[in-house]
């Protein structure tokens, strides 16, 4: 005699089981780079060389990333903290961090401009201490106007350091955190979120990373920020039927009054949420006026703000 299969017990089947936590991919600066030299040629304003140097610094940054791949990173022991991926992994490796920075100097030299090239002699010219320093505070997102000439280069870093460590991660030491909107695997703020378009997955939410490049699940019925799940709503440009805007979209709750954009990847296959991010301000300039307040963070958008071209 068969027992009767139920709703439940099907889903309970691994073939319907949703992974919580997606590595980065090992090409993912490579392929973010293709996304912002395809975004800069649909981009008429005064932005499109900022999207044209970030496609340079990823490609630089992918370089890295497999160069460095062999080196002998310590990853700290965290079995006392929520996320795998602490701050302690940024002093636990400060003279591959060092290098980083000159190689990184090295692969963009020919791409800066005069006064980028002040920018990052300064900042060769800091002492390890005060550059390890910056580099903890562009992890925290704590990188002050006094600074912010530097946040570009040193977020490269950063992200090298930690989607690095991320791709040596097993998934199952990565656990959900209280709060969803924060990464479960280094514990950043998320910088956005994907629906993806396709496959056994297709509708569901990944928040993304901008620190260490990693997605997690996380449910759509509730907000990211505050977990509430009611009167949610979806704003959109409505008259944009292709480009980046045709992906884009933005979730705001009611309950805290903040947003966070994500990208639907049945529209634009290949939308990166960094990338898209930065090519999609006019959809956060349309929500600032209308009072939401912005949420997400990105690493490449200068202090938070949202430039008027």
């Known amino acids: ?21 997606q590595q980065p991919p090992v090409d993912i600066f490579s392929r973010r780079a293709l996304r912002l030299n395809e975004l800069a040629v649909e981009d008429n304003s005064d932005w499109q060389p900022y999207l044209q140097l970030l496609a340079v610094i990823n490609n630089a940054q992918q370089n890295l990333l497999e160069q460095y791949a062999q080196e002998a990173w310590v990853i700290p022991d965290t079995d006392k903290d929520e996320v795998p991926l602490t701050l302690a992994l940024l002093s636990a490796n400060r003279g591959l961090i060092e290098r980083l920075f000159t190689d990184l100097h090295a692969l963009l030299q020919a791409d800066l401009s005069p006064t980028a090239q002040q920018v990052w002699k300064e900042l060769l010219q800091l002492d390890s201490e005060s550059r390890n320093q910056l580099c903890q505070h562009a992890f925290n ?19 090298i350091v930690y989607t690095h460590a991320a791709l040596n ?3 199952i030491t990565v656990k959900p955190l209280s709060e969803p909107g924060f990464c479960p695997c280094c514990g950043t703020d998320a910088v956005g979120s994907v629906i993806v378009g396709q ?7 990944y928040l993304c990373c901008g620190v260490c490049n990693s997605r997690w699940h996380s449910v759509r ?8 799940s ?13 480009g980046v805007l045709s992906g884009a979209e933005a979730e705001c709750c009611p309950s805290c009054h903040a947003y966070r954009k994500r990208y639907r990847l049945s529209k634009q296959q290949y939308a990166d949420p960094i990338a898209d991010d930065l090519a999609s301000l006019a ?16 690493p490449f958008l200068l202090m ?6």
């Open 1 to 21: 005699m068969k027992t009767q299969a139920t709703p439940e017990t099907i889903q309970a089947q691994e073939f319907f089981h949703i992974p919580f936590w």
């Open 141 to 159: 997102q704590q990188l002050g106007i006094a600074q912010q000439d530097y946040q570009v280069w040193v977020n490269a870093v950063v992200q």
């Open 169 to 171: 991660l097993a998934a």
């Open 199 to 205: 496959g056994e997955l297709e509708g569901l939410r």
């Open 221 to 228: 019925a509730r907000c990211s920020f505050c977990d509430n």
């Open 230 to 242: 009611r009167d949610l709503g979806v704003h959109r440009i409505e008259q944009v039927k292709e």
């Open 283 to 298: 959809l956060d300039i349309l929500l600032n006026e209308e009072g939401w307040q912005r949420g997400g963070a990105n």
């Open 304 to 309: 938070g703000k949202i430039p008027r071209h």
